[in-house]
């Protein structure tokens, strides 16, 4: 069996877009899911960082590549009748 997680383009945007770290305590927060706050980040807010690649063009070539490079291989193992797909929403 193989397993294929699937999501929905602007979940993964909001998901990586919204990704922020803290470079001293290196907990990954995110400002639409799991914003940081005083019960779950105890470090000052001067070590929250987004990574300079976490960007919309970025991310919209990232999942681009993605669904490209996966796409044949989703293709063979359906028509084999292997293929699980998973709503990772």
Request: hydrophobic share 30%.
């Amino acid at each position: 069996m193989v397993l294929s997680l699937s999501v929905d383009k602007d979940i993964i945007s909001k998901r990586i877009n919204g990704r922020i770290i803290c470079t001293k305590c290196f907990k990954i927060f995110n400002v639409y899911f799991n914003p940081p706050n005083s019960r779950n980040h105890y470090c000052e807010k001067k070590y929250l960082k987004k990574r300079s690649d976490d960007n919309p063009k970025t991310i919209l070539n990232r999942f681009e590549t993605y669904v490209a490079k996966t796409k044949p291989m989703l293709d063979y193992y359906n028509k084999k009748g292997s293929l699980c797909k998973i709503d990772g929403n």
